[in-house]
Nanobody, 115 residues
Framework: QVQLVESGGGLVQPGGSLRLSCAAS????????MGWFRQAPGKQRELVAI???????NYADSVKGRFTISRDNAKNTVYLQMNSLKPEDTAVYYC?????????WGQGTQVTVSS
């Protein structure tokens, strides 16, 4: 059973930085895509960034140039470095692992950007 455990959320002032981590366990293949999504109150969950098993990345326009997704395949861990944070980045951030036709989700971690 694939399990995802996220960490690194918290409260930060505008302009600050946070790094989220998502550690996966129970995987039996290297060919998976990992991504970060977020959901703000009253809004739908949206894609933030994804990274393939060979390191190809894709970002939402709203975070390009500020966020960086990376992964450590040896540790089955994906990271999201978030810089120049804005109040509109406030949301619950979810990690997702896609393996073949199946998606697995983490429990979410709260990120709050406020002065």
């Amino acid at each position: 059973q694939v399990q995802l455990v996220e960490s690194g959320g918290g409260l930060v002032q505008p302009g600050g930085s946070l790094r989220l981590s998502c550690a996966a366990s129970g995987i039996i293949s290297d060919f998976y895509i990992m991504g970060w999504f977020r959901q703000a109150p009253g809004k739908q969950r949206e894609l933030v960034a994804i990274i393939t098993n060979i390191g190809s990345t894709n970002y939402a326009d709203s975070v390009k140039g500020r966020f960086t997704i990376s992964r450590d395949n040896a540790k089955n861990t994906v990271y999201l470095q978030m810089n120049s944070l804005k109040p509109e980045d406030t949301a619950v951030y979810y990690c997702r692992l896609t393996l073949g036709p199946r998606n697995y989700w983490g429990q979410g971690t709260q990120v709050t950007v406020s002065s």
